[in-house]
């Protein structure tokens, strides 16, 4: 059966053009992103959706009167997509426990360093100002923290003196479009086994 999944962006969506891309190359097999939802009506993560008639949900936080009101109402839509993973690219908000009870081990997210070093919203310009000289990116199961959860996969890039946090994270950026779509092939393929927080590829 070909997995479902659905993705949760905010902001402009390039690891969601991997991942489609990928899925157009089969270098994803057996997949397909059913859903686009996002926080951002102006998320271009959205547009891409709609120029491939993969159906979008724009859900306006303002809405809301709490967190969970929110993710309760995104999970009754990833459910009615009938969602069988959770891909979180740039979405800006923290999940609540109410959303990982319904995608338990099923929500996978991609951060812009070498975790657990630079978590947040500022990965990239964090291990920039703190002068690491190597960074990368980190592909993980979400857990209730920010960025803690048990890691997938994860690649270095190397950080130049004359490096901007845009010209780091570009480079960073790169690397998360080829690292993503692997680790979401293998949890569709089912090689990924959870032994605490160690996560075992079961080639
Ligand atoms: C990526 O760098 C990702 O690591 C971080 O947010 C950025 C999203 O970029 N979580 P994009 O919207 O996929 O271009």
């Known amino acids: 059966m070909r997995k479902?999944?659905?993705?949760?962006?905010?902001?402009?969506?390039?690891?969601?053009?991997?991942?489609l891309e990928a899925i157009d190359s089969g270098e994803i097999l057996d997949a397909e992103v059913v859903l686009v939802l996002s926080d951002?009506?102006?998320?271009?993560?959205?547009?891409?959706?709609?120029?491939?008639?993969?159906?979008?949900?724009y859900l306006r936080v303002k809405d809301y009167a709490a967190r969970e009101e929110f993710d309760r109402h995104?999970?009754?839509?990833?459910?009615?997509?009938?969602?069988?993973?959770?891909?979180?690219?740039?979405?800006?908000?923290?999940i609540t426990p109410l959303f990982l009870a319904a995608f338990?081990?099923?929500?996978l997210n991609i951060h812009p360093s070498l975790l657990p070093a630079f978590p947040g919203?500022?990965?990239?310009?964090?291990?920039?100002?703190?002068?690491?000289?190597?960074?990368g990116c980190t592909v993980h199961f979400v857990d209730e923290g920010?960025?803690?959860?048990p890691i997938l996969l994860q690649e270095a890039v190397p950080v130049y003196d004359d490096d901007t946090a845009e010209t780091l994270h570009e480079r960073?950026?790169?690397?998360?479009?080829?690292?993503y779509p692997k680790a979401i092939?293998?949890?569709?393929?089912?090689?990924?086994?959870?032994?605490?927080?160690?996560?075992?590829?079961?080639?």
């Open 172 to 179: 960073i950026r790169k690397l998360e479009h080829k690292l």
């Open 121 to 135: 919203g500022h990965g990239v310009a964090d291990a920039l100002a703190y002068g690491v000289k190597v960074s």
């Open 40 to 57: 951002r009506k102006e998320a271009y993560a959205l547009e891409r959706a709609r120029l491939r008639n993969i159906q979008t949900k």
């Open 74 to 94: 995104a999970v009754c839509v990833l459910e009615e997509a009938r969602t069988d993973l959770v891909v979180l690219a740039g979405y800006m908000r923290l």
């Open 4 to 19: 479902r999944i659905a993705v949760l962006a905010s902001g402009s969506g390039s690891n969601l053009q991997a991942i």
């Open 185 to 203: 092939n293998l949890w569709v393929q089912g090689k990924i086994k959870l032994r605490g927080r160690r996560c075992v590829i079961d080639e």
């Open 146 to 149: 920010m960025d803690t959860g």
């Open 104 to 107: 338990e081990q099923r929500v």
